[in-house]
C-alpha cells in the first residue's frame, strides 16, 4: 500500500481482556517498529523488527506484551489481561534502513474500561 | 543513557513569524536525527532529517540545525502558518536501530 496501516483505528476493552493490534507496513521496508504514546506523551518504544533477525524486545513493559511479524509484512501486537494503564495510542512505523525515517501509520486508540 | 528533551512544551507564534524548536539530547553517539509533526488524531509525519557529518540541512520553509558541541538540534519554521499547528517531536538514533523521541513542543499558530 501507500503507506502503513493500522487496524483497528480505535478499541475498547474491558480490563482483563485480550487485544490484537495489526499493522501492515510500507511493501519493500525491511524493518518495523512498534511505540506506545499516552495522552500528552512522547513516543515510547515497544520492539522492533529487522528482516528475519531476532525482534528487539527491549521496550515491551511487561510479559503481558508480545508481538509477531511475519517475513517482511504483517506485524501484530498483543496485550493479554489488558490493564487500564494499557490505554493509549499504539503507533506502528517501517522503513528501508537505518538512517532512513520511519513512516508512521495513524495508530491504535486503545481504550482499557 | 539516551535520551531526548525539549526545552520549551509550548510555543505560540503569530502568523507569518519563523518559529524556532529547540531539542537538547544527551547521547553523544547518536549519528542520524529527525524531526517529526504530529497533528491531533494522527500519526507522526516526516518532516526533515540530518547526519552527524552535517551542520544544518533545509527543507521547504523548514532548516534543521545541528550542534554536536552541546548536543543541540532546532528547528526552524519559516514564515509560520496556521496549518504547521501541531505538536512537534525531535528524535535521535544511536547505537541501536531504534528512534529515541522527545516528549513535543506544541506550536500554536496564532492568525
Known amino acids: 500500500g501507500a503507506g502503513v496501516s493500522q487496524s483497528p483505528s480505535n478499541k475498547v476493552t474491558e480490563k482483563g481482556k485480550d487485544v490484537e493490534l495489526r499493522c501492515d507496513p510500507i511493501?519493500?521496508?525491511?524493518?518495523l517498529y512498534w511505540y506506545r504514546q499516552r495522552l500528552g506523551q512522547g513516543l515510547e518504544f515497544l520492539i522492533y523488527f529487522q528482516g528475519n533477525s531476532a525482534p528487539d524486545k527491549s521496550g515491551l513493559p511487561s510479559d503481558r506484551f508480545s508481538a509477531e511479524r511475519t517475513g517482511e509484512s504483517v506485524s501484530t501486537l498483543t496485550i493479554q489481561r489488558t490493564q487500564q494503564e494499557d490505554s493509549a495510542v499504539y503507533l506502528c512505523?517501517?522503513?528501508?534502513?537505518?538512517?532512513?525515517?520511519?513512516?508512521f501509520g495513524s495508530g491504535t486508540r486503545l481504550t482499557v474500561v | 543513557g539516551e535520551s531526548v528533551g525539549l526545552h520549551l512544551p509550548t510555543l505560540s507564534v503569530q502568523e507569518g513569524d519563523n518559529s524556532i524548536i529547540n531539542c537538547a539530547y544527551s547521547?553523544?553517539?547518536?549519528?542520524?536525527f529527525i524531526w517529526y509533526k504530529q497533528e491531533s488524531g494522527k500519526g507522526p509525519q516526516f518532516i526533515i532529517d540530518?547526519?552527524?557529518?552535517?551542520d544544518k540541512r533545509q527543507g521547504q520553509r523548514v532548516t534543521v540545525l545541528l550542534n554536536k558541541t552541546v548536543k543541540h538540534l532546532s528547528l526552524q519554521i519559516a514564515a509560520t502558518q496556521p496549518g504547521d499547528s501541531a505538536v512537534y517531536f525531535c528524535a535521535e538514533k544511536g547505537g541501536s536501530e531504534k528512534l529515541v523521541f522527545g516528549k513535543g513542543t506544541k506550536l500554536t499558530v496564532n492568525p
Open positions: 540530518i547526519r552527524s557529518n552535517m
Open positions: 512505523a517501517s522503513s528501508t534502513g537505518t538512517h532512513d525515517p520511519y513512516t
Open positions: 511493501s519493500g521496508h525491511t524493518a
Open positions: 547521547n553523544s553517539a547518536s549519528d542520524y
